[in-house]
């Protein structure tokens, strides 16, 4: 059959992209730092997120979006640090979006916020494309995964400015390789802050949660105003 | 594994050209798929099918474009194809090159309608 030719170029993304961006200066406007939480299932994610809300909730006003493909243990597992909590269950989808984001927050009434974090769903390659209109993008790595896994994963720790390296209390138990493990990280990220710790034990809690708090300091040159959904 | 989600909005971006250009039929679309955009191709064909049932784009071949993952080697002043699993590494100097220049492309570039 004869045709021809019709250009579009139109970037696939556009519509989530523009989705964040509207999200960010929602965020900017309430003074909100935004953390995006990636890693792989396992890794960890619930655990660190449950013992820095816990640690923070005193001090700031904190809450958390939860991605899951199904369930809502891990929100009523954050929940019980007394913060504000949403699941998000994205069913088949295997990352969170702009859209489900702002879908979530409709409806969602938990107050002022200095610090939202998003716990993302439990995978390294999807969620690292998505924009959710965050400042500060984390990835949790493991000391039971692979030292090689930001070589297999590179984007996710190429979007990162944080790794956050849990269960650092059986590194020693499992071998863990820190030289090459870092050296991985570096090798996709040389600008990627790393964060040893062990929600489980406490070691290493008090440098996160310092740097959550002087990000949110950076974020919010005079304390007055929060993001109010 | 979104590549369902991928094929939706494509075929969002396919239905609205051809609403406004009067299109009633689509033999074909062309798109660009970055090696670090988390898109299986096979995947993305399989959901094409699924995703253009019935619509304007029924049956129409998906022509995909693979865009190698290149970066932005500051020391030799070039952009170079990393070595795949090797980290974001210069091929020629080794040196770090974090600067993704190509690779996470999704796009939409353009469809064939009949003449």
Redesign the interface.
Known sequence: ?????????????R?NDALAAGLRARFAAGGTLVVNVLSSPGSGKTTLLEETLARLAPRLRVGALVGDQATDNDARRLARSGAPVRQITTA????LDADMIGKALQGWDPGPLDVLFIENVG?L??P??YDLGEDLRTVVFSVTEGE?K???Y??AF?TAQVAVVTKIDIADAVGFDRAAAYR?M??????IEIVELSAKIGTGMDGWIGLIEERLRRKVPQPVGAFTV | MHELSVALSLLEGIEETASRDGIARVLAVHVRIGAMSGIAPDALRFSWELATAGTVAAQSALRIEDVPLAVRCERCGEDREPRPARGLVCPVCGAVCPTIVRGRELQLVAMEVPE
């Open positions: 059959m004869k045709y021809h030719v019709v250009q579009i170029e139109q970037n696939i993304m519509k088949a989808e295997c990352r995978n390659i999807c690292a494309e090689d930001p070589l297999k590179p984007l190429n991985s570096r090798e996709v990220n040389p600008r």
